[in-house]
């Protein structure tokens, strides 16, 4: 599995980005989707996933919209109304095991992008 994460930048508190993922390699319909974020100093953290439906952190939820096109094998998170404390390295991640919806351990997803920079100015 082959995970191209793009779309981070530097953006002002309040506004908006949108990160893409383009998968590769995979059956990418029947693959749980999913968000990582690693801010410095801090331990990496669930943000989002999908499969047909979709979870969220408490942290992100009401601001961050996670979709996908299982036509295009992409994956998409629609960030608005960020925070300072939402700057990070966002990782796109992938798991081919369709029962593991739900979790929000990073070891259960089996393959990671190479991350894309967040950073949210104040």
């Known amino acids: 599995v082959q995970l191209q994460a793009s779309g981070g930048g530097l953006v002002q508190a309040g506004g908006s980005l949108r990160l893409s993922c383009a998968a590769s390699?995979?059956?990418?319909?029947?693959?749980?989707m999913g968000w990582f974020r690693q801010a410095p100093g801090k331990e990496r953290e669930f943000v989002a996933a999908?499969?047909?439906?979709?979870y969220y952190a408490d942290s992100v939820k009401g601001r961050f919209t996670i979709s996908r096109d299982n036509a295009k094998n992409t994956v998409t998170l629609q960030m608005n109304s960020l925070k300072p404390e939402d700057s990070a390295v966002y990782y796109c991640?992938?798991?081919?095991?369709?029962?593991?919806?739900?979790?929000?351990?990073?070891?259960?997803?089996?393959?990671w992008g190479q991350g894309t920079l967040v950073t949210v100015s104040s």
């Open positions: 999908i499969l047909s439906n979709t």
């Open positions: 390699g995979v059956t990418f319909s029947s693959y749980l």
């Open positions: 991640v992938a798991e081919g095991a369709r029962w593991k919806y739900g979790t929000r351990r990073e070891n259960d997803f089996g393959s």
